[in-house]
């Protein structure tokens, strides 16, 4: 009997230092250094965050996404997913432990396909936490499509050279380094024709057009770059993994970066939901409390269902991708995780949000970002509609159709097919009557 939801106390003494430390040490970071995550530290704030990250490390906590062979310390996804959840409460947390996206995909497709000398110039700098990285993939007349990118590396000697547009490259301006998809051979499809390439964002011809922003963001100011790469010449070794190979490498990334999404949304729906339940039981009106109205417990029970159901399912697949150890026999559970988390954080932060009434649409609440944030995740590393699609087709590869033209279930055959297996009793029966 191998099922169990326990976690060994050993571990859970660690998840329950995280949270306390997460609530004291890490959350003042998001109110003092808001949307700063992701600014290379200066003077003032090192002397703060280095600290907070030793001590991180020194509980062991530090950048666990990657197993030991991989430079990380390897607990696994499953009990990643029990830490991210605690993390997902804090835009800061994740950076404390060094578990950031897009920074754990790029790492990781690092430590699987590149060579000695990549892993020592990005993958260290990375794991350490004194870099940040960019995942170049995204173009503006492609969008979701990999098949109508036109992003082109062509050789040059001993070099490469890329020339095109991406766009919606996040952190690309403070990123130490840029992982560039580029089609290397127009003549073949786009699964066997892309190649991904490392390249130092410092190199010449690469230009950041704009800093797009997201709603809140000040006009002209934002995370997410428009990029040029104008004649931008990389040596032959920035290829990463095998020319021709750049969706086999897309795949590795974007499979943990969006369990990795869904593990921390657990968190912050569940502060959505603590808020909506401290709210109904201290606010009164009409001669009762919130708590007490048959509209706002409905709300309460709705939203206790859908987060108790999305976080079983998002343990349950780290579960298969700790027992598989291969992102590709999850795929459908990862893309179903993708699909249903925004409405998960959407439903129970919008219910939240209603039940704080007019101070729950102001910015002095976090309630209106997380449903920006569920709107983000409905985009970010691909458009629900996809994923449905994903989920759809693996679904319909474990089912097969029937060639009668009744369904398998149709009632009159089954009758029939179960009177004749009991037909010695049944005429029995019928004979003693
Ligand atoms: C906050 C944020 C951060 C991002 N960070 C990065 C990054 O770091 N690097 C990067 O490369 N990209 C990044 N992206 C880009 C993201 O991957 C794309 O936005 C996404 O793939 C969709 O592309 P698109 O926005 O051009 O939409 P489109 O491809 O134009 O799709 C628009 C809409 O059309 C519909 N649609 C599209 N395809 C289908 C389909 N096959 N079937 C049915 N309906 C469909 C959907 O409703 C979809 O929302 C980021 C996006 C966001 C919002």
Known sequence: MAWDFETDPE???????????????????????ADQQFVPLDEARRKIVDPLKEEVRRQGLWATHLGPELGGQGHGQLKLALLNEILGRSQWAPIVFGCQAPDTGNAEIIAHYGTPAQKERYLAPLLAGEIFSSYSMTEPQAGADPAR???????????????????FSSNARTASFLIVMAVTDPEVSA??????FLVPTDTPGVEIVRDVGLFGDPPGEGGHALIRY???RVPADALLGAEGGAFAVAQTRLGGGRIHHAMRT????????????????????????????QFVQGYIADSYAQLVQFRLFVLH?????????????????????????????????WRAMQVHGALGVTNELPLFRMIHGAAVMGLADGPTEVHKVTVAKQV??????????????????????ARAKFADHLELEVGNL
């Open 11 to 33: 571990y859970q003494a660690k998840l329950d230092w995280a949270d306390a430390f997460v609530r004291a040490e890490v959350e003042p970071l998001d109110l003092v250094f």
């Open 149 to 167: 990118f036109t992003t082109r590396a062509t050789r040059d000697g001993d070099d490469w050279v890329i020339d095109g547009w991406k766009f």
């Open 191 to 196: 699964y066997e024709g892309m190649s991904m």
């Open 230 to 232: 104008a004649g931008v």
């Open 266 to 293: 657990i968190g912050l729906a569940q502060k959505a939901f603590d808020m909506m339940c401290e709210r109904a039981l201290s606010r009164e009106t009409a001669g009762s409390r919130l708590a007490d109205k």
């Open 317 to 349: 697949t780290a579960w298969k991708i700790d027992k598989y150890d291969d992102y590709r026999r999850v795929r459908k559970d990862i893309a179903t995780a993708k699909v249903v988390m925004p409405t998960v954080l959407h439903d129970i932060a």
């Open 396 to 417: 319909l590869r474990d089912h097969r159709p029937t060639d009668d033209i009744w369904p398998s279930e149709w009632l009159p055959q089954k009758r029939a097919a």
